[in-house]
């Protein structure tokens, strides 16, 4: 999920493969509107924003869905944020959200491309083991705990 908060504030919402499912924005919209639009959304398994500084809000949602937090090593440029968008929002909120989800995205992706493949040589749900990893699960530890049925404790 990419979040950019503000008078006018947008979510982007991206499956573990990088396809958007949701882009929306609003006005004076409050913790409630992105709590009730992420979840509208599905269960997010990171929270982006697009600055070095996250905003409070930003905080906050990662720790209600119990999301890990991805905030860039710096502010991302409008130069960047084009180039990764493709023109695909109806504002420069939706455009400055899906820039943040896409760039999480990036950060990931080639693990969970790991995680797919080795999920589907084990023939474990790779979408589970995909959310697994990116919370810091090792892909064995995702994959076999599928598996045998139990739950892990998260490494820090």
């Not at 006018?8 to 004076?28: E, K, P, Q, W």
């Not at 130069?79 to 455009?95: I, P």
Request: hydrophobic residues 45%.
């Amino acid at each position: 999920m990419g979040i950019d908060a503000g008078k006018t504030a947008a979510v982007a919402c991206l499956d573990l493969d990088g396809n958007v499912i949701r882009l929306s924005s609003g006005r004076f919209a409050g913790l409630q509107w992105f709590v009730d639009t992420i979840r509208q959304a599905g269960s997010p398994v990171v929270i982006a924003c697009d600055k070095k500084r996250p905003d409070d809000l930003v905080w906050k949602l990662a720790s209600i869905f119990d999301a890990v937090l991805y905030v860039p090593g710096s502010d991302i440029s409008v130069l960047k944020k084009q180039g990764l968008t493709n023109h695909r929002f109806s504002n420069l909120h939706e455009r400055d959200a899906l820039a943040a989800a896409r760039t999480a995205f990036r950060a990931y992706a080639g693990k969970l491309r790991q995680a797919e493949r080795m999920a589907n040589e084990k023939h474990a749900e790779s979408e589970r083991v995909k959310a697994m990893v990116i919370k810091k699960y090792s892909v064995h530890e995702a994959i076999s705990s599928g598996a045998a049925g139990r739950r892990l404790v998260r490494r820090t």
